[in-house]
């Protein structure tokens, strides 16, 4: 099972940016969906997560800028960054709850993880 994320890069505040991630591999099942972000000398902390059923769960701090979504036929998430500021400026690391085919329980899997800097 990989997790591909991809879509970061270097924006001025105020831009946007939309964040994909891709899973693939032997998948039997996806629960939740999300994306994570560790900015440089903080701990790594929860941006948005979405559900099988979408219903989605977003930290404070981004609500009303950012809004995940899913594909879940083509086992995609997806973050939509909008009026971004330089304190989003963070690696994001995307995530899934997989069940891997011919498995029983699910497991976290996670992307490699994509930059994100918003200068001022």
């Known amino acids: 099972v990989q997790l591909q994320a991809s879509g970061g890069g270097l924006v001025q505040a105020g831009g946007s940016l939309r964040l994909s991630c891709a899973a693939s591999?032997?998948?039997?099942?996806?629960?939740?969906m999300g994306w994570y972000r560790q900015a440089p000398g903080k701990q790594r902390e929860l941006v948005a997560r979405?559900?099988?059923?979408?219903?989605?769960m977003d930290a404070d701090s981004t609500r009303g800028r950012f809004t995940i979504s899913r594909d879940s036929y083509k086992k995609m998430v997806y973050l939509q960054m909008n009026s971004l500021v330089p304190e989003d400026t963070a690696v994001y690391y995307c995530?899934?709850?997989?069940?891997?085919?011919?498995?029983?329980?699910?497991?976290?899997?996670w992307g490699q993880g994509t930059q994100v800097t918003v200068s001022s």
């Open positions: 995530y899934a709850q997989i069940a891997i085919t011919g498995g029983e329980t699910f497991g976290v899997h």
């Open positions: 591999g032997s998948i039997a099942a996806i629960n939740v």
């Open positions: 979405i559900s099988g059923e979408g219903r989605v």
